[in-house]
Every structure is written in C-alpha cells, then in structure tokens.
C-alpha cells in the first residue's frame, strides 16, 4: 500500500463546477504540498500546509493532522485548471533530514 | 512566490555523451537542493538530496557515479548524467528548499520547470 494515495486518479468536469481532489496518508509528517503539474510537465507549488486551510484565488487546501487526510478544492473550475495535481507528504526520516513523498496524481479535465 | 530556474529546458543527445542540468534559486538561498526523476505517467521519484558545501545523499538504487550532482553555492546545482544511454531518458525536474526574508520560517519548496532528456 501507498503512503499517499489519491483519490480519484482521473476526474473530468464541466466548466464552473466545484471540485474535490481527496489525499489520505499513513504515516506521520510534517507538511504536506499540493502541486500543479500541466501537460508541459512543469511543476507548481500550489499550497504548503501543516495544519488547517489556506486559501488563494478559487484553490483552497485543507488538512486534518489527526485523521490524515487533506482535501484540495476549485471553486468555478475552468479549462486551464486542467492539469495533474499532487499530493506530496514530508516524511522525517530516521536520519533526521525530510523528504517528501508523492501521491500518483489526479487527472483533472474541465471540459467547456 | 521564490522561483526555480533549470537549464536546459530540452536536451537531445547521443547515447555515450554527458549532459549537464543546470538548477537555479533565484531570489533565495537553497539550502538543500532536490532532484528528483519522472518516467510518462508515473509520479516523480527522488534521485538524491544536496546540502550546499556537502556531497550529495542518493537513493537506493541511484548510481552516484552516473548522476553526478554539484551544489557549490546556495543558488546553483548541477546534474550531469554521465555516459548517457536511451533508458536514461526521462523528465528531471529539481527542487529547492530554504530561507529568505520573503518566505516562511518552515522551508517552503520550490519546484523548478523540469528539463527533458532524450537519448538516442
């Protein structure tokens, strides 16, 4: 089993729709980052969280430390919000330094 | 937010040469510098972690004299893929973290663009 398991792998969605990309992990860390990846394959660092919700422009971000969830929600999607978004958790290893580990993405389409 | 550069953005080359990937922070110190390796349709898997001034700390299974990685200043570090063959080819993409008077005490992580490498 994955640390970080996304949910759902493929999403597809009519523009204006508000959508949820889920994130569940099994071990502890110190942060978790949600990602942006567009088909040109450059990466975004949409949110860095440790705790509660952040919120910019139609994205927010919210964790739950004690169940071990996050959730990544768009307001009013859009086609250019059509990309791979990641989960990633921050694991401290047994050597003291963090490292982040990936969940296998959302496909996300928002189809006009 | 802090930007990442990396250079080249695309590279072709000849199976048996040497490529050199350039990352940068821009408007901050990276004090820890990732690089990490994508194959299509999978997720991104860390090669190895550099501290500035420090040889770098690879993954199980990374060739550490095949994937040569320099972290000379807190703004720059260097991948060379040595004697580079097809199954080399991949999506590197590298990865910053630090301080600056701009970002949050925590050591936000910045990602860079990614640079594509083909092996003929």
């Known amino acids: 089993k994955n640390e970080v398991e996304q949910s759902p792998q493929n999403l597809t969605a009519q523009e204006g729709e508000f959508i949820t990309i889920n994130c569940s992990y099994s071990v502890g860390i110190s942060a978790l980052h949600w990602l942006q990846q567009h088909p040109g394959g450059g990466i975004v660092s949409l949110f860095m969280?440790?705790?509660g919700k952040k919120k910019h422009g139609r994205l927010i971000a919210t964790i739950n430390i004690q169940e071990k969830h996050s959730s990544l929600h768009i307001t009013a999607s859009h086609p250019r919000d059509s990309a791979v978004y990641i989960c990633a958790v921050r694991i401290i290893s047994n050597f003291g330094n963090e490292k982040l580990t990936f969940g296998t993405g959302t496909r996300l389409t928002i189809i006009p | 937010g802090a930007v990442v550069s990396q250079h080249p953005s695309w590279v072709i080359c000849k199976s048996g040469t040497s490529v050199k990937i350039e990352c940068r922070s821009l408007?901050?110190?990276?004090?820890?510098m990732f690089w990490y390796r994508q194959f299509p349709k999978q997720s991104l898997m860390l090669m190895a972690t550099s501290n500035e001034g420090s040889k770098a700390t690879y993954e199980q299974g990374v060739e550490k004299d095949k994937f040569l990685i320099n972290h000379a200043s807190l703004t720059l570090s260097t991948l060379t893929v040595t004697s580079a063959h097809p199954e080399d080819s991949s999506f590197y993409i590298c990865s910053a973290r630090g301080t600056s008077g701009r970002m949050s005490s925590y050591n936000e992580q910045f990602f860079g663009p990614g640079t594509r490498l083909t092996v003929l």
């Open positions: 969280l440790s705790s």
């Open positions: 408007d901050f110190q990276a004090t820890t």
